[in-house]
T-cell receptor, first 116, second 119 residues
């Protein structure tokens, strides 16, 4: 049973560039959430995708955007990179049950992004 | 907005002893979930234990158990018979169980507690 996978594992970019991070959910899951974890901090919720639509968004600017594909995999795009975007980006997947509740979120290993 | 507070940046325990990690949260909701996640140096966030707020019984998973005090908004994690492999960052997290428009909320995390296991 494949768990959540993310690619790439590490990435180095310069200020102003754009980056795309990828996530494949755990088998059987249909919902993907993205989190940003700065060094020494807890993860912060960026947004969540279900049925190929952004369903919920945290306090992040529009430079952060995403996409979900029909196979439930997802991408996180960050435009106009800032030094402060350097962080570990975590993807989590879950299964939406009906319209009210989700099951537990399971995390991938993360992508470490360094912006120079 | 909900907040999660972990007041212990670092804890140390002898191998085979018991340690308790503290977590408090603030919410106006009555229906929610609480989680403890473990993040070893490999960075993979691993679910340790989960508690539904509507359940009075404290969750347990082998050597891990919680003390859930809903009125006090407290959710501590007890690790019994500590092992070297338990060394990691531990994060307490909150999630609303309320269906809010497009979907359920993302997780709100505390800042974490670094657990050190002394051999």
């Amino acid at each position: 049973d494949a768990g959540v996978t993310q690619s790439p594992t590490h990435l180095i970019k310069t200020r102003g560039q754009q980056v795309t991070l990828r996530c494949s959910p755990k088998s059987g899951h249909d919902t993907v959430s993205w989190y940003q974890q700065a060094l020494g901090q807890g993860p912060q919720f960026i947004f969540q995708y279900y049925e190929e639509e952004e369903r919920q968004r945290g306090n992040f600017p529009d430079r952060f955007s995403g996409h979900q594909f029909p196979n439930y995999s997802s991408e996180l795009n960050v435009n106009a990179l800032l030094l402060g975007d350097s962080a570990l980006y975590l993807c989590a997947s879950s299964l939406r049950i009906g319209t009210a509740r989700q099951e537990t979120q399971y995390f991938g290993p993360g992508t470490r992004l360094l912006v120079l | 907005a909900q907040t999660v507070t972990q007041s212990q940046p670092e804890m140390s325990v002898q191998e085979a002893e018991t340690v308790t990690l503290s977590c408090t949260y603030d919410t106006s909701e009555s229906d929610y979930y609480l989680f403890w996640y473990k993040q070893p140096p490999s960075r993979q966030m691993i679910l340790v234990i989960r508690q539904e707020a509507y359940k009075q019984q404290n969750a347990t998973e082998n050597r891990f158990s919680v003390n859930f005090q809903k009125a006090a908004k407290s959710f501590s994690l007890k690790i019994s018979d500590s092992q070297l492999g338990d060394a990691a960052m531990y994060f307490c997290a909150y999630r609303s169980a309320v269906y809010s428009g497009g979907g359920a909320d993302g997780l709100t995390f505390g800042k974490g507690t670094h657990l050190i296991i002394q051999p």
